[in-house]
Nanobody, 117 residues
Framework: QVQLVESGGGSVEAGGSLTLSCAAS????????WGWYRRIPGKDHEFVAM???????QYATFVNGRFTISRDNVKNTVSLHMTLLKPEDTGMYFC???????????WGRGIQVTVSS
């Protein structure tokens, strides 16, 4: 059974950095089209970053060059390196990807990021 598991969250002071990782297990080949989303208190689920299978990346406007998404196809993981964190970045971060079998979009359970001022 395919599972995505996030790690690397925690608490950091404003201006600090964190690197989130998402590992896929139970897959028969590397996942594709990885993405990170977050749920901020009082807001809906929002897009953070995406890494397409062709290597193209997309970031939400609020990222403003602070975050970098990358992948390791050998380990079937994706990372989100976050710098210059702000208190408003506090929330639950989720990864997703298209994995198989069967080929469909899967979500991790999320991991908490807390940025204190």
């Amino acid at each position: 059974q395919v599972q995505l598991v996030e790690s690397g969250g925690g608490s950091v002071e404003a201006g600090g950095s964190l690197t989130l990782s998402c590992a896929a297990s139970g897959t028969t080949e590397p996942c594709i089209n990885w993405g990170w989303y977050r749920r901020i208190p009082g807001k809906d689920h929002e897009f953070v970053a995406m890494l397409m299978n062709d290597g193209n990346t997309q970031y939400a406007t609020f990222v403003n060059g602070r975050f970098t998404i990358s992948r390791d196809n050998v380990k079937n993981t994706v990372s989100l390196h976050m710098t210059l964190l702000k208190p408003e970045d506090t929330g639950m971060y989720f990864c997703n990807a298209y994995c198989s079998p069967p080929l469909r979009q899967y979500w991790g359970r999320g991991i908490q990021v807390t940025v204190s001022s």
